[in-house]
Nanobody
Framework: QVHLAESGGGLVHTGGSLRLSCAAS????????MGWFRQPPGKDREFVAA????????FAADSAKGRFIVSRDIAENRVSLQMNRLRPEDTAVYYC???????????????????WGQGTQVTVSP
């Protein structure tokens, strides 16, 4: 059974950095697309970034480009999201998600993922 567990959230001031981690277990993840999404207070869940388990494909939302870096560590079965130059509008619950394949039409959509972590809160103060 697939299990995804996020960690690394917290409170940071504007301009600060956080590194989120997603520990993946329960099966092999070869061929998987691993995504990061976030859900700001009172808003819908939105795409942040995605990476294939092989690392060969990466895609990021415009809001993340130039500030956030998604990576994976196959040896540790872990996907990470390095977030730099954080802004108050980055405040959200951040989720790790997994899909058994990279599909261009759905990689940015929550419905394109079958497995989800429990989320980790990121709060950026002004």
């Amino acid at each position: 059974q697939v299990h995804l567990a996020e960690s690394g959230g917290g409170l940071v001031h504007t301009g600060g950095s956080l590194r989120l981690s997603c520990a993946a277990s329960g099966r092999t993840f070869d061929g998987f697309a691993m995504g990061w999404f976030r859900q700001p207070p009172g808003k819908d869940r939105e795409f942040v970034a995605a990476i294939t388990w092989s690392g060969g494909r990466i895609f990021a939302a415009d809001s993340a480009k130039g500030r956030f870096i998604v990576s994976r560590d196959i040896a540790e079965n872990r996907v990470s999201l390095q977030m730099n130059r954080l802004r108050p509008e980055d405040t959200a619950v951040y989720y790790c998600a997994g899909a058994p394949g990279w599909r261009t039409t759905t990689v940015t959509k929550p419905g394109g993922y079958d497995f989800w972590g429990q989320g980790t809160q990121v709060t950026v103060s002004p």
